[in-house]
């Protein structure tokens, strides 16, 4: 047998092996180590980065709330110089009811009923409760105002007493009552064309005239039910794009234009400076027959006709959906007005009646500066091509976003718009606030830094100045001024709103 030979044992060998795993040992602590500070010098970096965001969103958010604040004292250094234009006389109608402030949800689930699984088509009347609800979800969803006519008497009752019992807030409303309270309390003398029943004597300021006797309300008074909803509001999947309400009733009284009746024999001892008429959409959908309504026409007519031409006139939109009734106000009544108030659904509405003849259910709620100042240039033109009693001579759209105010330099009854601008935008503030001093921790602004004058290509663009924010500019034989709105954040109530502003605006505005 053959013997194998051992290898001779190599000493270096073991040392050669020892260092190996050694270099192998040290380089893998060198990896980790730089795998550590690679590492290390990501989380620094994303740290910093972290930092830098949360320091630019905070320098974004105080500069911001800085330039609202300097925003709000531009505004309230124009307010100081606006004068009150002294001893005023103004008729305001035509119609008062009593108005229920509600949660819109709240009455829903007072009523027992669940949001649906989708929206249908908008309905021709509010007949069901179906009906109601779709037409509800409509406007919610766009965040947008509407006020509708209940044709079925069984129905309105039962959501009567559904709010009534969720113990709501009631208030003296209308737009003839909200419009003249306000205006008595800035100074104006103020005569009220709405029925004189005691339940609504008992609610107005006692400087207010009501005209004729006091006599007893009816048992089943006019109730208007408010169904107001916050912005970013839900129901089931539904949620409000802004803060707005939706307004049901069954108006019987106001549609008789009782008040306005009985305010006629004392115009002329009044002499009114200034006539506001609104609350018509009372006729829009109310089942009158053809003579009835042409004879509640004939009855506005006869009563603007008997005005000295030394009275302005002035009308003031709603939310219309009879095309056939919008049409015959058109062409019957307003022909009348030197002057005109509408917010930013009211205003392509009114446009889309007089060039087509048809009414727009529902229009954007959120219009761009240059959209609503080339509609109202078309609705000038538009209204200037008809027959006219009177020179339409003022304009005032009034929006979430900001207040904008045509005014023709050459009539004789009103000053520059500045002052309508400026104290609707404050006035608007204050009461969907509910905060006379308006704190700036509760409001955002919607508009940029700029807005430009029309739509058509190459228009200028007019920088809103945070020291001044009321722009005015001439516009062909009108000036434009318009001051942008200080939006609430937390709102504490939308109905009535546009009635204060509209009150404020007209009367500061006069000459």
């Known amino acids: 047998m053959e013997l194998t030979r051992r290898k001779p044992h190599d000493p270096t060998e073991g040392e050669e092996q020892q260092q190996q795993e050694e270099e192998r040992e040290g380089e893998g602590e060198r990896r980790s180590e730089r795998k550590t500070r690679t590492e290390r010098g990501y989380s620094i970096l994303f740290l910093t980065l972290g930092l830098l965001i949360s320091l630019g969103l905070v320098m974004t958010m105080f500069q911001r709330y800085w330039r609202i604040d ?9 307010e100081k110089d606006v004068v009150f234009p002294k001893n005023k006389r103004v008729l305001v109608g035509v119609g ?52 509708r006519y209940v044709q079925s008497k069984e129905l ?11 113990s709501p807030e009631l208030k003296l409303g209308g737009n003839g009552p909200v419009i003249a309270k306000r205006m008595a309390q800035e100074g104006a003398e103020v005569l009220l064309a709405i029925q004189n029943e005691e339940i609504y004597r008992e609610r107005i300021d006692k400087v207010i005239q009501l005209p004729g006797e006091v006599y007893p309300s009816d048992p089943v008074f006019d109730l208007h039910i408010i169904m107001e909803f916050d912005k970013g ?9 802004r803060a707005n309400r939706y307004i049901i009733h069954r108006d019987e009284h106001n549609p008789q234009l009782k008040g306005l009746t009985a305010v006629m024999p004392y115009v002329e001892d009044f002499k009114p400076d200034l006539v506001v008429l609104g609350g018509l959409q009372m006729l829009d959908t109310y089942p009158f027959t053809e003579q009835e309504l042409q004879a509640r026409l004939d009855t506005i007519k006869e009563f603007l006709e008997k005005l000295p031409k030394t009275t302005a006139i002035h009308f003031e939109m709603a939310s219309f959906v009879n095309a056939v009734f919008l049409k015959r106000l058109t ?17 392509p509405n009114l446009a889309s009646i007089i ?25 000038i033109a538009m209204l200037e091509d008809l027959p006219r009693i009177n020179e339409l001579s003022r304009i005032h759209i009034h929006t979430l976003a900001y207040q904008a105010v045509f005014t023709k330099t050459s009539a004789k009854f ?45 228009s200028k663009r007019i920088p809103i100045i945070d020291t001044t924010p009321v722009s005015c500019w001439q516009d062909g034989p009108f000036e434009i001024c318009l001051a942008p709105v200080l939006v609430c954040t937390q709102v504490k109530q939308t109905g009535g709103g546009g009635d204060n502003l509209t009150g404020v605006g007209l009367i500061y505005h006069l000459k």
């Open 70 to 78: 300097r925003i709000k004292e531009g505004l309230l250094e124009i």
């Open 96 to 147: 008062g009811c009593l108005d229920v402030f509600v949660k819109a949800t709240n009455l829903f689930e007072a009523l027992g009923v669940a949001p649906p699984p989708s929206i249908g088509s908008p309905p021709s009347s509010l007949d069901t409760l179906d009906n109601v609800v779709t037409e509800f979800l409509t406007f919610f969803v766009e965040g947008a105002a509407a006020e």
């Open 156 to 166: 309105f009752e039962r959501i009567r007493k559904a709010a009534l019992a969720i």
């Open 233 to 241: 509001a839900t129901w089931g999947p539904y949620v409000s794009t």
């Open 331 to 347: 062409d019957t009544i307003l022909p009348y007005a030197h002057s005109l108030g509408m917010n930013e659904q009211e205003l």
């Open 355 to 379: 060039k087509t003849g048809k009414s727009i259910y529902i229009s954007d709620s959120k219009a761009k500066v240059s959209k609503s100042l080339d509609d109202s240039r078309q609705l």
């Open 414 to 458: 009103w000053k520059s718009g500045i002052t309508t601008a400026v104290k609707s935008s404050l006035t608007a503030t204050r009461y969907v606030c509910g905060d006379e001093s308006i704190d700036s921790s509760k409001i955002r602004m919607i508009l940029d830094e700029s807005f430009s004058s029309s739509a058509i290509p190459g």
